[in-house]
T-cell receptor, first 111, second 113 residues
């Protein structure tokens, strides 16, 4: 069973700061997902990556498969980035592939 | 916009009642998974459907059941509601598996009183 740990659990920063959120998992995977959840519930997929680095706007995600570790970075953070960021990895369970989620990192960006 | 919709948005039920939640996936998304997210927790896997067949189930009792239809819609049914069933219920669809991008619906917030 894959276990996913995120850090930090809560992060408060000032607008413009560089943000890093970390994710570690216990079992080798083929792909890792970074998700964003705003208050009210809806989840949006930010990245799916299996190696190296991906960039989308001010968001950058990296993964080190050997170390079973991924990071999500936000450059020039903005109050609208305030949300819960969740990493998730695939895991097989009774014949089904399911996602196992980290507990999330609650990010608050103050103006 | 992910192209995945869920209904209703919010729902209040009484303990012991039954509820049906609905999810409409993108065309061509053969796999749909349902998750329960309690307040302050990460989502927990309920079950997955692939081409209208249940394809795996998490640690949820049989009173949680589902259906997937040929038109890429699906349902989650919960019988004999308990207070602990109060949560956000999310569906996520994808073309095939978890190495593909997941598309989440906005969720249904269920409150059981």
């Amino acid at each position: 069973k894959n276990e996913v740990e995120q850090s930090p659990q809560n992060l408060t920063a000032q607008e413009g700061e560089f943000i890093t959120i970390n994710c570690s998992y216990s079992v080798g995977i083929s792909a890792l997902h970074w998700l964003q959840q705003h208050p009210g519930g809806g989840i949006v997929s930010l990245f799916m990556l299996s190696s190296g680095k991906k960039k989308h706007g001010r968001l950058i995600a990296t993964i080190n498969i050997q170390e079973k570790h991924s990071s999500l970075h936000i450059t020039a953070s903005h109050p609208r980035d305030s949300a819960v960021y969740i990493c998730a990895v695939p895991d097989s369970f009774q014949g089904a592939q399911k996602l196992v989620f980290g507990q999330g990192t609650r990010l608050t960006i103050n103006p | 916009e992910t192209g995945v919709t869920q209904s209703p948005t919010h729902l209040i039920k009484t303990r012991g009642q039954q509820v049906t939640l609905r999810c409409s996936s993108q065309s061509g998304h053969n796999t749909v998974s349902w998750y329960q997210q309690a307040l302050g927790q990460g989502p927990q896997f309920i079950f997955q459907y692939y081409r209208e067949e249940e394809n795996g189930r998490g640690n949820f009792p049989p009173r949680f059941s589902g259906l997937q239809f040929p038109n890429y819609s699906s349902e989650l049914n919960v019988n004999a509601l308990e207070l602990d069933d109060s949560a956000l219920y999310l569906c996520a669809s994808t073309v095939q598996g978890f190495n593909d991008e997941q598309y989440f619906g906005p969720g249904t917030r269920l409150t059981v009183t």
